[in-house]
């Protein structure tokens, strides 16, 4: 069992940067894939960027490629999203989810999910 528990939304103009946080229980962090995904209203909750358990190797949706990075630091048992750049589009509720066995973008093979945290950019 993982919990996960999001920190660091807000609201930033547009052009500003945040950098959001998923603080994870239990002693297998370095085992589990990590994802950040994003749902605004009405519509379906979409893949941000991942991190792969072993290795690292991070990928990202096209709309935030050159302007977010996933990182994760096992030590701590966190993964972080460092969002620059931000624009009007990038508001959303967004979460972190952890998965075993093969890194995806579907939501729905992620086994654990935070509660969330509110992202509003200004235009």
């Known amino acids: 069992q993982v919990q996960l528990v999001e920190s660091g939304g807000g609201l930033v103009q547009a052009g500003g940067s945040l950098r959001l946080s998923c603080a994870a229980s239990?002693?297998?962090?370095?085992?589990?894939?990590m994802g950040w995904f994003r749902q605004a209203p009405g519509k379906e909750r979409e893949f941000v960027a991942g991190?792969?358990?072993?290795?690292?190797?991070?990928f990202y949706a096209d709309s935030v490629k050159g302007r977010f990075t996933i990182s994760r630091d096992n030590a701590k048992n966190t993964v972080y999203l460092q969002m620059n750049s931000l624009k009007p589009e990038d508001t959303a509720v967004y979460y972190c989810?952890?998965?075993?066995?093969?890194?995806?973008?579907?939501?729905?093979?992620?086994?654990?999910w935070g509660q969330g945290t509110q992202v509003t950019v200004s235009s």
């Open positions: 239990g002693r297998t962090f370095s085992s589990y894939h």
């Open positions: 991190i792969r358990c072993c290795g690292g190797t991070t």
């Open positions: 989810a952890a998965k075993r066995g093969i890194a995806t973008t579907t939501a729905t093979a992620y086994d654990y």
